[in-house]
């Protein structure tokens, strides 16, 4: 039986050693680029294209060729750098977080939310602090949607309510709680300076400070350069990142709001 480790790789019993390929299987070429504020232009050339490869191979890349060096002003140069890494990739250690829930179908999502809550589940969408980009956030809500898949507002027991672009955090939680919202889905991608992260803590921390802890909708954050595992940290029940589905969200809202829903507390009976 021909094997079913492709060339470049082997196996270590768990999982696969890989190697990157560039030119040929398994010859551990990269390419990475970035910029250094150094000038390129007329006789500065050289030596910025010396400090990008003396970078690259404090980064592990040797031999390093700078392929494209394009000055970005008189200060600064943008630099693409080709060379091979001797790192190894152990799929046995990639941890990464999977979808633990089922994919649903628009139909299958209405289909639950109507006989399990018997009411529209509402969410409240925005993109809080000075973050203008929209786009993530339209995706996953508008119903044109995204991928090929309708939006959020496409779903006939699923009530929207997209607040846009620069939020604040105490608008997002008045109008939250005037909505009765059941999730909050809040868009992040400008991540200079730690904003996403930084905009995030803010934010759940203030739902914790607006709600008794088994009242608090369900809270979610989305954007391209979020790493999916770091939930916990933020505060937040789910992360979802770059490529993310409407039908995605949605299923999980179900899984969370609906399938497995924390129970009401129950009133204590009068004596
Ligand atoms: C379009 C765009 C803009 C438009 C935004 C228009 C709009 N209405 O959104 C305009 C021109 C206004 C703009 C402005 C700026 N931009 Co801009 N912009 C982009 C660009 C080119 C595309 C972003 C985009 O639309 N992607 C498409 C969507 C569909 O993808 P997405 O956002 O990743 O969303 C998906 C997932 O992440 C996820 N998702 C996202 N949010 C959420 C939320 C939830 C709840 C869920 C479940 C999922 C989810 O689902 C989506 C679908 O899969 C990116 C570069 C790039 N190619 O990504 C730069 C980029 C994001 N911008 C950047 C910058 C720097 C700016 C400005 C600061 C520029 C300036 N100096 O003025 C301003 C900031 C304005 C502000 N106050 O926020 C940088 C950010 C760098 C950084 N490290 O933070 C980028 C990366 C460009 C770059 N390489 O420098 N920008």
Known sequence: MASEVPTGSTTNG???ILRPYGDTTGDGMVQVSFTLPVSSLGAHSKLAEGAATQLANKMGIEPALVVHAK???PDFTFFVVYGRVNHLVDTSKVRVVERDYPLLTPKEVNAAVKSGLRRRLTIVGACIGTDAHTVGIDAILNIKGF???KGLEYYREIKVVNLGAQVSVPQLVARAQEEKADAILVSQVVTQRDAHILNTKEMSAAFREAYPSD??????VGG???DE???PELGV???FGRGTTPGEVASYLVHRLVTNRRPAPTKAKAS
């Open 14 to 16: 768990e999982g696969r």
């Open 71 to 73: 000055a970005m002003g």
């Open 147 to 149: 991928a090929g898949e």
């Open 215 to 220: 009242r608090r909708p369900l809270l979610i």
């Open 224 to 226: 391209p350069r979020f």
């Open 229 to 231: 595992a770091i939930a």
């Open 237 to 239: 029940d789910r992360v």
